[in-house]
């Protein structure tokens, strides 16, 4: 099979109609994962009793496909009456799967600022508040930029997961043109070449937010 | 009879009024500390230690590594908690879970091995967040009350540096403005020079006796030996989480009465 290039010059705004989903998941999703992972970090840290159990979710996320997770969500949970849209259930899976590796990344910016902040912060006599707020977020903020950027990308990239659960994001519209032509080689390298667009501005957005905090040059 | 029925009510009365105060009251103390004992999980690293710092007293703390002398003065400000025993900061005890804690913290300095500056911040501001925040002054007077103190350490030109531009010896004495910036009525030293390279010592060592000079009570944690002769009113030696000895510098040096007060110094003063 011939790859053509015209054809596939033509079916390039075909595909583009999923981009809009695409993005908005891939969005919506990071700050579903990073709010969720925060909160479980959070919690793993707070009471002793409750540490285990947000242990344990946060291992369970890891260790289940998030395919697995996106079908129970569409297909079991139905089932129970409830009854989700794709696009919710797409958004809220993977803000769900990828919010696990992010109160990794959380844990990790948090345990790299040295114990001695919080005890200078502490004699001090700064509040629990102030000490969090003012001390140790900010570092940790650069602690965790460059990984979270990272997942950023990742979760952008997984967004065609959702073409499983027929919400129209790229993939989505590079299959419909598939099907319709039977012809693969141009929808899937056009939607390849697509994502790896976006991957790159994200990444230069990425690269810029970096710079922006002062984390190239302050780096210590 | 009347004489006892005055000092009964008395005693009550000083009893109804939190009694450490009235204590601080007739026996100017700046630190008690009694009897008290730590554990880290089995291994107990305070032994039912007792120690008075008097105000306007200098204490030197000194011992082996693993002797408890940090674990006993970050005790003072609660960094660590002491599992018995009574310790009365200023006329305040410390208790677990205490009110007070932060009021207490903000009139006992600290100054840590590691400066622990925080590197996000510039040299004033590491100076003013505390003012601001947990003192409540107006920015611009917490500004002028920081460069006092940073001029006071002699830095006061590199106040709009961040911490990471300076030399150990400049970090440390920044970190001692800081923490006289919230006009501690105690300053507790950590093994303040352990963490320097040798030419930046004395800088911070002059610092410090200044302090001494300009009457602060002053509890240090050091190694430095000649700080100690020089500036100490008293020595005090830790070893195994207890204190074996403590004596004026003078005595210290000369007539050490334990064999393992004598084995410490022969190990340092060579």
């Not at chain 1, 919506?28 to 970090?41: K, Q, Y």
């Not at chain 2, 011992?63 to 900061?89: A, F, M």
């Not at chain 2, 030109?157 to 030399?167: F, I, V």
Request: charged share 20%; with cysteine.
């Amino acid at each position: 099979m011939n790859f053509d290039f015209a054809f596939a010059m033509r079916i390039v705004p075909l595909v583009l109609e999923g981009i809009g989903n695409t993005i908005l998941v891939a969005i919506l999703s990071f700050i579903g994962a990073t709010v969720l992972g925060f909160c479980w970090e959070i919690v793993r840290r707070s009471h002793w009793m409750l540490r285990p159990i947000a242990q344990f979710i946060i291992d369970a996320i890891r260790s289940t496909p998030a395919l697995v997770q996106i079908y129970f969500l569409f297909f079991v949970l139905p089932y129970y009456g409830i009854v989700l849209p794709a696009m919710f259930v797409g958004i809220f899976g993977l803000s769900f799967y990828y919010s696990g590796y992010i109160s990794e990344v959380f844990k990790a910016g948090i345990d790299a600022v040295p114990a001695g902040q919080g005890e200078a912060a502490e004699s001090l006599g700064l509040s629990w508040a102030d000490t969090v707020i003012l001390v140790i977020a900010p570092q940790m903020l650069r602690n965790i930029a460059a990984p979270l950027g990272a997942y950023s990308i990742g979760i952008l990239k997984s967004t065609p997961i959702l073409a499983v659960i027929a919400v129209p994001e790229m993939l989505g519209s590079a299959l419909d043109v598939a099907s319709e032509t039977y012809r693969y080689a141009e929808p899937m390298i056009v939607a390849g070449l697509l994502f790896l667009l976006l991957a790159l501005i994200a990444a230069a957005c990425v690269a810029a937010l970096e710079r922006r905090l002062g984390l190239v040059s302050q780096s210590h | 009879m009347v004489a006892m029925e005055e000092e009964m009510i008395v005693e009550l009365v000083k009893k109804s009024i939190s009694s450490p105060q009235l204590d601080g009251l007739k026996v100017p103390k700046a630190v008690q500390i009694a009897n008290v004992s730590k554990w880290f999980g089995s291994f107990q690293v305070l032994r039912n230690v007792s120690v008075d710092v008097a105000v306007g007293e200098r204490v030197v703390v000194c011992g082996p590594s693993g002797s408890g002398k940090s674990t006993l003065i970050r005790c003072i400000n609660q960094l660590e908690k002491h599992q018995q025993g009574r310790i009365v900061v200023n006329g305040a005890e410390l208790t677990p879970g205490m009110k007070g804690l932060a009021a207490v913290r903000r009139d006992v300095g600290m100054v840590f091995q590691q400066f622990n500056l925080f590197p996000h911040l510039t040299v004033l501001e590491n100076c003013t967040l505390a003012l601001v925040r947990a003192r409540k002054l107006k920015r611009g007077e917490a500004e002028q009350v920081a460069m006092q103190n940073l001029e006071r350490v002699r830095i006061v030109e590199q106040a709009g540096k961040y911490p990471r531009q300076l030399s150990g010896g400049q970090q440390q004495r920044v970190a001692i403005a800081r923490a006289l910036c919230m006009k501690p009525r105690i300053m507790l030293f950590d093994e303040p020079t352990s963490a320097l390279d040798p030419e930046m010592v004395k800088e911070v060592l002059d610092v410090m006796t200044g302090l001494a000079n300009e009457g602060m009570t002053m509890i240090c944690v050091t190694h430095e030996m000649g700080f100690a002769r020089e500036v100490a009113d008293r020595v005090v030696f830790m070893d195994g989480g207890e204190i074996i000895e403590q004596a004026t510098p003078s005595r210290f040096f000369s007539h050490p009465e334990h064999d393992r007060t004598k084995k410490f110094l022969s190990q340092i003063l060579h």
